[in-house]
């Protein structure tokens, strides 16, 4: 399903925070609290993607096989996080805040729903999709959490040279979108 294209809400007061778009500002003031609390609360920087790194590997451990063997899993941090259990590492933490925070979001704003029937070009272009940012989250050792806004917070260099990266992406991006006939924004729409 397209996104929808239609003007933003002009709703005020409590009831555009709940359902409405908020100002950029607001966004980023949002954004800034939020990882400067998860930096009080944990020591560390915001990082999203080395949860899923994690998760696989304890599904794999279910299944019988031993990824704390992996030359990644064997660095001192990493193997104490392995180890352990999934409620006590802290991106694990902070992913399961995201998908709860979205979901609440969707809810408040009406916009929570559950597609029973999804056409088959966007379930493929889903996955690839994702399958394709896992990897280049992996290789940049981040998100755009972890590698690019805590890079850029930290004064990395490996910050900047993500963003411009992240800058290129849409270009084939959106090409791809168009090869499963996804809709994609036009420069003249007020909304996305």
């Given amino acids: 399903m397209p996104p929808p294209s239609a003007a933003p809400d002009s709703a005020r007061g409590l009831a555009r925070v709940l359902r409405s778009s908020w100002p950029m500002w607001v966004g980023a003031l949002v954004l800034a609290v939020l990882g400067a609390g998860v930096l009080l609360t944990s020591g560390g920087a915001w990082g999203i993607t080395s949860a899923f790194t994690f998760w696989g590997s304890k599904l794999l451990q279910l299944l019988g096989l031993h990824p704390e063997t992996w030359e990644y899993w064997q660095q001192p941090v990493q193997a104490t996080s392995l180890a352990g259990p999934v409620l006590a590492d802290r991106t694990s933490l902070t992913d399961l805040g995201i998908i ?65 990266a992240a800058l290129a992406g849409p270009w084939p991006g959106l090409r791809a979108c168009r090869m499963f006939g996804l809709s994609v924004p036009a420069p003249r729409d007020s909304a996305c």
């Fill in 100 to 164: 709860l925070g979205a979901a609440l979001a969707a809810a408040a704003g009406g916009a929570w729903t559950f597609h029973r029937r999804i056409p088959l070009n966007t379930a493929v272009a889903a996955v690839l999709g994702g399958v394709f940012m896992g990897i280049g989250a992996r290789l940049a050792s981040g998100c755009n959490i972890g590698a690019y806004l805590a890079g850029i917070d930290s004064w990395s260099a490996s910050g900047w040279v993500w963003g411009a």
